[in-house]
Each structure stands twice: as C-alpha cells, then as structure tokens.
C-alpha cells in the first residue's frame, strides 16, 4: 500500500456513476415496482452503501477511510429504457474516496442486473466512471 501517514486530513468528496441499458418495458416494471424481486431501486440504494463501507475488503491496495456521508440518485428514463445511478462518498482524510464511490455504483448497478435478469437478462452496464472529486492535494476535478 501507498503510504499515506505524511499527508494531511482533509475534507474530500467523490462522485461516480454508471449507465444501465435496458429494454423500455423493463424499465417500466422498475418504474411501477413490477419487478417479482421487489423494490429494485431501494435494494439497490441499500446495496451501494454496503459496497460503500466494504470496499477496502474488496480493492487489495485501497485504504479504509472514515466515511461521512455518502448519496445514492438514480434517474431512470422508463421511455429510453436507461437508468443513470450517481454514487457521492464525502470523508474527512489522508485519501480520497474515488473507490468507494466506484464501488458503490458498481455495485449498485450488479443489484438492479440482478433482480431484473429474470425479465431481461440481456441489460447492459456500462460507463462506469469517476465524475468528479474534490480535496487533498490535487484540488478539484470534474470530468469536462
């Protein structure tokens, strides 16, 4: 692991999303909580921060941070059969939280695949990427 013991504690934030493609009547039954596996949007809020707080079990070389808060917004467009899922991860530490935000929205994302796959196995995810950051020593940066 890198060490980190010489940096300082600061305030950080991450946000991350994920895209999932789906067909529009898939999306429809998650709109309209049809799916027979329940509420997908809620079990897949509750997954995102369980992967949240798990996440340095899961990355090797990823240090435990003190996480202070974190969000879960979905937008799901039932006509375009796509659903956005945007993860934000704040902390106050010596690293920053891009990983866990990552996680959780990947995580997120598997638990709507999931409980949707005996309707539709063939969603798609994709685009999984880191949105924006802030703090340390780097500063701010968005994703243009």
Not at 5 to 26: D, G, L
Request: charged share 25%; proline share 6%; with cysteine.
């Amino acid at each position: 692991m890198v060490d980190i013991s010489e940096k300082p504690v600061t305030v950080r934030t991450a946000t991350a999303s994920v895209k999932i493609r789906m067909s529009p009547q898939t999306a429809k039954a998650i709109a309209e909580g049809k799916v027979p596996k329940g509420d997908v949007l809620a079990c897949a809020q509750v997954a995102a921060y369980l992967a949240i707080k798990k996440t340095p079990e899961l990355i090797p070389l990823c240090h435990p941070i003190p996480i202070s808060g974190a969000e879960v917004q979905f937008d799901l467009r039932p006509e375009e059969g796509l659903l956005r899922i945007e993860v934000t991860v704040r902390c106050a530490a010596q690293t920053g939280a891009e990983m866990e935000a990552l996680t959780g929205a990947a995580i997120a994302a598997l638990t709507v695949y999931d409980m949707c796959k005996g309707i539709e196995p063939g969603i798609v995810i994709e685009q999984l990427q880191l949105e924006r950051k802030s703090g340390g020593k780097s500063g701010e940066w968005n994703r243009g």
